[in-house]
Nanobody, 132 residues
Framework: QVQLVESGGGLVQTGDSLRLSCAAS??????????MGWFRQAPGEEREFVAA?????????????ADAVKGRFTVSMSRAPANNTLYLRMNSLKPDDTAVYYC??????????????????WGQGTQVTVSS
């Protein structure tokens, strides 16, 4: 099984920064996870891709971003046997960034890493609200 728990959301003003965290645990994650991602969903909207990170071995990581967040958001990963944490550093926040942010984990390779249905496990989400 895989457990994903997000934290770090909140209410901020335009231009502020936030860092989201997602703690990942479970035997399935340790044994099979090969990528994680951040998605977000605003009221009345579909869930959309924000950023993803995949890895090979211990020190090689690949990151990808949605165009809307490139240059403002940074995804990173801390991997350790008992402490796997996904981060999303969000700078220069805008009201359009307001949404519930979800982290997700993937246990298979795909050419569609920015597609929500490709992810096998999801967290409960954390609210980010950016006021103008």
């Amino acid at each position: 099984q895989v457990q994903l728990v997000e934290s770090g959301g909140g209410l901020v003003q335009t231009g502020d920064s936030l860092r989201l965290s997602c703690a990942a645990s479970g035997r399935t994650f340790s044994a099979y996870a090969m990528a994680m991602g951040w998605f977000r969903q605003a009221p009345g909207e579909e869930r959309e891709f924000v950023a993803a990170i995949s890895w090979e071995g211990e020190n090689t990581y690949y990151a990808d971003y949605a165009d809307a967040v490139k240059g403002r958001f940074t995804v990173s990963m801390s991997r350790a046997p008992a402490n796997n944490t996904l981060y999303l550093r969000m700078n220069s926040l805008k009201p359009d960034d307001t949404a519930v942010y979800y982290c997700a984990a993937r246990t298979h390779r795909t050419s569609n890493a920015n597609t929500a249905r490709e992810y096998d496990y999801w967290g409960q989400g954390t609210q980010v609200t950016v006021s103008s």
